[in-house]
Structure formats: C-alpha cells, structure tokens
C-alpha cells in the first residue's frame, strides 16, 4: 500500500492561507498540533475527503520552513506525505540510493520517516505508517483524533500532486527509485501512480526553482467553487492559487 494522504504548504503567514482554503474550497480545521512548536511552527490540518491539506507558518527565526519560504520566494507547497504499510523494505532501499532521513520516528500507533530535501529533490517527501489505519476513514495522527468530524462534502481528495524540476525525468526517476513505482510517460509526462493518486513532474517555468507546485483537487461542483474562490480573489490568470500552490480543480 503506498497512498498520498497530506499535502502540506508553508507560508509566512497561517490564517490568510488557510481563511482562503475554508473559503474557497469549503475545508475546515480539524487540528492544530502543538507538536509542531517544537519546529518553531504552528499549522493547521483540513480533511480533504479521506486526505488533509495543512498549513505550516514559522513563529521563530531560523526554522527550516522559514528557509524553505526564502528559497522558494514566498509561500508555496513544501511536503507530500503518503502512507506505506511498514517502514523495513522503504529503509532497506534508502542507504543504497543515499537517501538520509530528516526525521524519524517509531511510535506505538504511528511512525514517520521525513526524507531530506537535498537527497529526494523536489520537496520534502514524508512516508509515515499509521497502525490500525488501513481504513481511509480510520485514524490518521496528524489530523488528530475527530478528523472526520470536520470532513466537508464541497473537496471529494488530492487526486495528484505535481513536481516541478529543472530536468523532471531525473527527478520522477529519483522518485520512482525510492517509492519501488515505475514511471510512467504514456501521457506524455512523466508520472507516477499511488493507490489512490498520482504524481506529476514537470518543467518549473515559474521563476521559482524545484519544488511542489501544484495539486489536483476533486470537488462536488467545479463552478461553485470557482465562484467561491473568485470572490476571494485567489483566480489568477484562470486558475486557482493559494497559498503560492495552484489548484487545479476536478470533477469529483
């Protein structure tokens, strides 16, 4: 099993972010970590249908988010978090590959692994196990404990997550190495296919260098929700941007 199951985007400042995801896309905030100040940080999780979109902001000087802000310009996609049944066979692949970890840790129900950036390219890559989460619906930690009581029905999922490079086939190549996914190139990109998404690699033309640039998101009502964020003022150019990561909306 191998799902995407959070997106995460950084920003310099949390509440706009995340005042334009609830408005524009109908989310609402299940969690907030107090976790996270350990990182000089503070987030916000949304359920996204049976994933999450969180919002990260630094409160502290010299965090690795605040250099992530500055590298990139500005606010913008920062982590793909998937779920993997174990840890052993993902492990066994990284020191060969020479692929170290940023974060590690083995708790009685969940278990993060946190790649470095410089190894994966692309953003952070984050592979967690949840125990007793083979369900969807089940528990997801970083949602905290009543997720789906905030789960909306205006964003149905993340359907894809896309990587932009300087040369995406080396990075959907780097990828594919570390997840054990083939590539694919049968839509004339490189993609990689996930269990219940998939992974797009791309030219970066926007100025801002490697990174996270965009998700497809599935909704009840695309013109809704084109309205909706219209009336944020978050439609550039004819497509949905916020919190520096465009949107693009799909028919759920």
Known sequence: MLRLRQIAFVARE??????????ALGLQVAFRDPGVASFGLHNAVMPAGQQFIEVVAPVEENTAAG?????????????????????????SRL?????????????????????????????????????????????WEPAGPNWQAARTDTTLGIVAAELQAD???????????????RVDESDGMPTIRLDNATLRFVDATDGRGEGLGAID???????AVVAAATARGVVRNGEVTIGGVRINLVDG
């Not at 793909?80 to 049944?85: F, H, N, R």
């Not at 040369?167 to 996914?181: G, Q």
Request: charge should be negative; hydrophobic fraction near 35%.
């Open 217 to 223: 998101v599935a909704v009840r009502d695309v013109n």
């Open 95 to 139: 020191g060969p590959l020479g692929v170290r970890a940023a974060l590690e840790h083995d708790g009685a129900e969940y278990s993060i692994l946190q790649l470095h950036p410089r190894d994966t390219g692309g953003s952070f890559l984050e592979i967690d196990v949840q125990h007793g989460g083979e369900s969807l619906d089940g528990p």
């Open 167 to 181: 040369d995406p086939v080396k990075l959907s190549e780097r990828w594919s190495a570390i997840l054990d996914r």
């Open 67 to 91: 250099r992530y802000l500055e590298r990139r310009h500005g606010d913008g996609g920062y982590m793909v978090i998937m779920q993997c049944d174990d840890h052993p066979a993902l492990k």
């Open 14 to 23: 949390l509440d706009p972010v995340v005042d334009d995801l609830t408005g």
